[in-house]
């Protein structure tokens, strides 16, 4: 079975500083890994997402992340965190049967001015 | 597009009455997901629709049921609704794996 693990409940960064959330996954095959982020009252919005080929993706708002196969991690990193970046992160692994997702607990993410 | 609709927004319920969470998406998707989400677990996937016609379950059926209408719509239904249902409730359609998520239900089970 598929299981993804946010090691970190909360992390609270400086305006500015850079970010780095991490992702642990479980996955017998190639997964499809996806980070979404969910402002306060709002839905899911994916942020980017790996099926294959380059392991460094980038994503909107300035977002990347990396694959490593050999860690089994998929960390989302920002250079330059935004006050307007302070959200939930959800990190996501799929199969590639009907797309289900497993998602993780979630990172809260706030930004110190 | 309006993308993935849920109505209604917030909805509370007594225990033991029935209600019916309304989803609808106008991207052609042929997949289609219920998810509750609680403080501090993530979403958890209560069923799925493959396709127009198919239904299954996900991690957490019981005490739901669903109805895929048409392609366009996925309907979610709590029978006899307890507390342990208050929870907000998303909705998602998806092609190709990518899921795009509703606004959320907030439902309160008192």
């Known amino acids: 079975a598929q299981s993804v693990t946010q090691p970190d409940i909360h992390i609270t960064v400086s305006e500015g500083a850079s970010l780095e959330l991490r992702c642990n996954y479980s996955y017998g095959a190639t997964p499809y890994l996806f980070w979404y982020v969910q402002s306060p009252g709002q839905g899911l919005q994916l942020l980017l997402k790996?099926?294959?080929?380059?392991?460094l993706v980038q994503g909107i708002k300035g977002f990347e992340a990396e694959f490593k196969r050999s860690q089994s991690s998929f960390n989302l990193r920002k250079p330059s965190v935004h006050w307007s970046d302070a959200a939930e992160y959800f990190c996501a692994v799929s199969n590639t049967n009907a797309g289900k997702s497993t998602f993780g607990d979630g990172t809260t993410l706030t930004v110190k001015p | 597009n309006a993308g993935v609709t849920q109505t209604p927004k917030f909805q509370v319920l007594k225990t033991g009455q029935s209600m019916t969470l309304q989803c609808a998406q106008d991207?052609?998707?042929?997949?289609m997901y219920w998810y509750r989400q609680d403080p501090g677990m993530g979403l958890r996937l209560i069923y799925y629709s493959a396709s127009e016609g198919t239904t299954d379950k996900g991690e957490v059926p019981n005490g739901y049921n669903v109805s895929r209408l048409n392609k366009r719509e996925f309907s979610l239904r709590l029978e006899s609704a307890a507390p342990s249902q208050t929870s907000v409730y998303f909705c998602a359609s998806s092609e190709i794996n990518e899921q795009y998520f509703g606004p959320g239900t907030r439902l309160t089970v008192t």
């Open positions: 790996y099926f294959s080929g380059d392991t």
């Open positions: 991207m052609n998707h042929n997949s």
